[in-house]
């Protein structure tokens, strides 16, 4: 039996959790109910497709960005939306219209609105399997991996018009985004957030949800920071071995309220190898709603007899926190977790020193 209402409740709550708030300069999220006018703006706001990724059923009900946010704001708000473009144009014009002639009825949307929040990214018309992405030019792969040309620059012409922007991005993968993360005000990451998406992000828009969501991979500023793809070795991969510094590190994800941490409880200030360590950490919410903070545990060896990682995630817990509420969040190290691959590629674990990170991030300059 499919899609019953235990499966739409699920399928919500997995589109609230994972969405990631990027960026969220002076506090413009999430925005009140009862603004006056807002400008819904970009070619996935109103699209159910994008919704859903690939590999996918087809829900009996969706709901896309634009009629999330009608749902969820004031009756007295008045909406002005426009797709403004389409998600990829690889010629300027097509059948006599240009890609950019969508351009005009967005402009004057914002003009009239508070606040312009743009819906963009891609789509599994151009990422995805070959065959499935008919729109890619290589068959479902991306060569680059910036927002679409014309994408660009309808943020570009938005931005001119000085309305605070709040970009929402649905996308499988990472989008280059160093620019339009600069002009705008905030930036929220929805994914392919599924048949109930729409409701999602508009919630976590106007405070309904606070998002909690914290990034999987590391999230580069353009292919010059990823090693060739001939490459097999570690070097400059992943968050582990990576030197520069990436648009959004890996781990990394904002907050409506704050957290404060105490000092973690060793069990042991030193252990025979081959024991676990056990330990725990208290974790506050200081701020003034209630959310959920994703404590993160990293484990540097510094003292290892081969090439390691700077530090490497051991240890996870997204832990939901009333205001004011404190929690103390117990942990295990397994002897796994600090061996090393030696010269025959075989898991040892030797004498030295260590050093473990906790806190709500990974330990990077970014972060």
């Known amino acids: 039996v499919v899609d019953r209402d235990e499966h739409r409740k699920l399928a919500h709550a997995m589109a609230r959790a994972s969405i990631v708030l990027l ?99 891609i789509s599994n018309r151009i990422e995805g399997e070959e065959g499935g992405a008919t729109q890619s030019p290589w068959q479902g792969d991306r060569i680059r991996i910036e927002l679409p040309v014309i994408q660009q620059r309808l943020v570009s012409a938005m931005a001119a018009k000085g309305r605070p922007m709040v970009i929402v991005l649905l996308t499988g993968s990472p989008l280059a985004i160093p620019r339009e993360h600069d002009l705008a005000k905030a930036v929220l990451l929805a994914w392919y957030p599924g048949q109930a998406g729409g409701e999602a992000v508009a919630e976590t828009l106007f405070g309904g949800a606070n998002p909690a969501g914290r990034l999987p991979i590391t999230w580069v500023k353009s292919v010059e920071q990823l090693p060739p793809f001939t490459d097999y070795a570690m070097r400059g991969r992943t968050y582990r071995f990576m030197e520069q510094e990436p648009l959004y590190p890996f781990g990394y994800g904002l907050s409506y309220t704050t957290f404060a941490y105490g000092t973690p409880k060793l069990s042991a200030r030193s252990i025979a190898a081959g024991d676990p360590l056990n330990f725990s950490v208290e974790v506050r919410n200081t701020g003034a ?79």
């Open 289 to 367: 709603v209630a959310g959920d903070e994703v404590v993160q545990v990293y484990l540097g060896d510094l003292e290892a007899s081969v090439r390691v990682a700077r530090w490497k995630l051991v240890g996870f817990a997204r832990v939901p926190l009333a205001v004011g509420e404190a929690k103390s969040v117990p942990f295990t190290i397994g002897a796994r977790s600090m061996a090393v691959v030696n010269g025959r590629g075989r898991h040892v674990v030797g004498p030295g020193r260590f050093r473990l990170h906790v806190g709500g991030r990974q330990p990077d300059a970014r972060s």
């Open 23 to 121: 960026k969220n300069e002076g506090g413009v999220l999430p925005l009140r109910r009862d603004i006056g006018s807002l400008a819904v703006i970009g070619p996935n706001a109103d699209d159910r497709e994008v919704l859903l990724g690939n590999y996918n059923g087809v829900p009996s009900q969706s709901r896309t960005v634009l009629e999330g946010i009608r749902a969820a704001v004031s009756p007295a708000t008045r909406i002005w939306y426009a797709a403004g473009c389409d998600i990829v144009r690889n010629e300027d014009t097509v059948w006599g219209v240009r890609a950019d002639d969508g351009f005009a009825e967005a402009l004057a949307a914002a003009e009239r609105a508070e606040v312009v929040v743009l819906v963009l990214g």
